[in-house]
């Protein structure tokens, strides 16, 4: 019976042995697992900083570009507005400079192209030869 007893404590030996290791290993697995849930727990938060940061620039962006397309909006309507007043015979500044590079004089511009005096005067003192 001796052997007996000795191969049993030698079996409950062999299973506190194998039981320790396992014990050791699982415990190094969770403590991976922490440590990598940690780190997952970091990244997300980083990665939620980066959308929140993303949204409000995009935010900002959509309010610049609704900016410059109401601006290029008024752009064409003082386009339209000044194509409008051109085609309803609004006086001709642009032959009355291109006139005055030429030559003429106030009178010639108020006669040939029914501008006022002053605006004759005004393209004159602009546009006339230095």
Same mark, same amino acid.
């Given at each position: 019976? @001796?052997?007996?007893?000795?191969?049993?404590?030698?079996?409950?030996?062999?299973?506190?042995?194998?039981?320790?290791?396992?014990?050791?290993?699982?415990?190094?697995? &969770? !403590?991976?697992?922490?440590?990598?849930?940690? #780190?997952?727990?970091?990244?997300?938060?980083? %990665?939620?900083?980066?959308?929140?940061?993303?949204? !409000?620039?995009?935010?900002?962006?959509?309010?610049?570009?609704?900016? %410059? &397309?109401?601006?290029?909006?008024?752009?064409?309507?003082?386009?339209?507005?000044?194509?409008?007043?051109?085609?309803?015979?609004? @006086? @001709?500044?642009?032959?009355?400079?291109?006139?005055?590079?030429?030559?003429?004089? @106030?009178? #010639?511009?108020?006669? &040939?192209?029914?501008? !006022?005096?002053?605006?004759?005067?005004?393209?004159?003192?602009?546009?006339?030869?230095?």
């Amino acid at each position: 019976m @001796p052997a007996d007893t000795s191969l049993v404590w030698v079996v409950i030996l062999f299973l506190v042995v194998m039981v320790t290791i396992q014990w050791i290993v699982y415990l190094r697995l &969770e !403590s991976h697992r922490r440590e990598t849930r940690a #780190q997952q727990k970091r990244d997300i938060e980083t %990665l939620k900083q980066t959308v929140g940061a993303l949204c !409000s620039s995009a935010v900002g962006v959509d309010k610049r570009v609704n900016k %410059l &397309e109401r601006h290029g909006r008024d752009l064409e309507e003082r386009q339209e507005f000044f194509e409008q007043q051109n085609q309803a015979g609004d @006086p @001709p500044y642009t032959d009355a400079i291109r006139m005055v590079q030429d030559g003429a004089g @106030p009178e #010639q511009l108020i006669s &040939e192209l029914g501008i !006022s005096r002053d605006a004759a005067d005004l393209i004159i003192m602009m546009h006339g030869i230095k």
